[in-house]
C-alpha cells in the first residue's frame, strides 16, 4: 500500500470556490469552483454533456452552464461545442499564462509539501512547468542545494540564492514559457545522478500514464526520471483523468505524489499497486 500523507476530513483540500474571470478582464489567480469541477467531472466520465442536462443536473438556468462552460474553455480544461461540452484537445496545450494562474493556491500548497521532503544539501533536476516553478520557488529558503534545470524561468529564480549552484541544461529555449528541450537537453541530463528528480505532468491518465503534448519535452523528462534516485511527481487535481497524445512514463516509476486532492479511486488503486507515496497538501498555506 502507499505511504499516504493527508489532511483529516475537517481539512478537506478542494479548490475554494471562485469563477475564472472573462478574457477581458485582468489575469488574476483564480481556482475551479465546485460547480465548475463537478461540470469538468460529469464531462470527462461521459465524453460529452449537453447544456440541458447539466442545467437539469444542477437545477440552475442554461445561461449559468454556459458561462461556466465558456470559463472552462477558456483555460482548456474543456472544449465548447454547439449545445454542449467535449474533452479538450489531446494534441495541444492551453496558454501558459492560463497554466500560471489555473489552481494557483493548490500549486503552492503543493510545493509547500514537497519542499518539506527535499533536505538541504541535495541534488535535482526540475523541469518545465508552473506547478515545479512554485516548488523551485518554495525551495529558495533551503541551503546549498545543486539545481540542474531545463526551465530558465526556475534557473532565473533560484540563482538569486548564493548558496546554490544553478545549471543549466542546453538546448532550444521555448519562447512560449522559457522551457528548454531537445536531443541536446537530453544528453546534458544524462551527464548526472541526482538526489531528487521533481517534475510536472499534462495529463494523469485512469490507468496510470503520465501524458505530455510535446515529445521533445517529454524525453528531457523522461531522462529526469531514468536519472534520479528518487523523482518527485507534483500535479493539482485537474491532471486527473487529463488527456494528453504523448506518453512519458506510468506513474509506477515515481517514487511520490504530490497532489492537492485525493486522486480518484482508478488512479489512487494504481498507487496502491506501485508503492508510491501520496502526499495530498494540507488545505491552507503555511
Do not use: W
Not at 462552460?69 to 454542449?84: E, P, T
Not at 529558503?141 to 532565473?156: D, G, P
Amino acid at each position: 500500500m502507499p505511504n499516504v500523507k493527508s489532511p483529516g476530513p475537517s481539512a478537506d483540500p478542494t479548490c475554494e470556490p471562485g469563477d475564472f474571470l472573462s478574457e477581458s478582464e485582468p489575469a488574476q489567480p483564480h481556482t475551479l469552483g465546485q460547480r465548475q469541477q463537478e461540470i469538468l467531472d460529469i464531462v470527462r466520465g461521459k465524453g460529452f454533456e449537453s447544456i440541458e442536462n447539466l442545467s437539469r443536473h444542477f437545477d440552475v438556468t442554461p445561461q449559468t452552464i454556459r458561462r461556466d462552460i465558456n470559463s472552462l474553455s477558456a483555460v482548456g480544461l474543456l472544449r465548447r461545442h454547439h449545445g454542449g461540452a467535449g474533452l479538450p484537445s489531446s494534441v495541444e496545450n492551453y496558454a501558459y499564462t492560463a497554466r500560471k494562474i489555473l489552481c494557483l493556491q493548490e500549486k503552492k500548497r503543493i510545493a509547500q509539501a514537497l519542499a518539506k521532503q527535499v533536505p538541504n544539501k541535495s541534488s535535482l533536476f526540475i523541469n518545465i512547468g508552473t506547478t515545479t516553478e512554485e516548488v523551485a520557488r518554495e525551495l529558495m529558503e533551503k541551503e546549498r542545494l545543486r539545481v540542474i534545470t531545463n526551465n530558465l524561468n526556475v534557473a532565473a529564480m533560484m540563482s538569486g540564492n548564493e548558496n546554490f549552484e544553478v545549471i543549466v541544461a542546453s538546448g532550444v529555449v521555448r519562447g512560449k514559457d522559457r522551457g528548454v528541450t531537445g536531443h541536446a537537453t537530453i544528453d546534458f541530463i544524462r551527464q548526472f545522478k541526482v538526489d531528487f528528480g521533481i517534475i510536472g505532468i499534462s495529463g494523469i491518465d485512469l490507468d496510470g500514464a503520465l501524458l505530455d503534448f510535446d515529445y521533445r519535452e517529454v524525453g528531457a523528462a523522461q531522462a529526469i526520471i531514468a536519472n534520479s534516485r528518487k523523482v518527485f511527481l507534483a500535479a493539482d487535481h485537474t491532471k486527473f483523468g487529463r488527456n494528453a497524445m504523448v506518453r512519458m512514463a506510468h506513474i509506477r516509476e515515481i517514487d511520490a505524489l504530490f497532489t492537492d486532492r485525493k486522486p480518484p479511486r482508478e488512479i489512487a488503486d494504481v498507487l496502491a499497486g506501485s508503492d508510491v507515496a501520496l502526499h495530498v497538501a494540507d488545505s491552507k498555506i503555511g
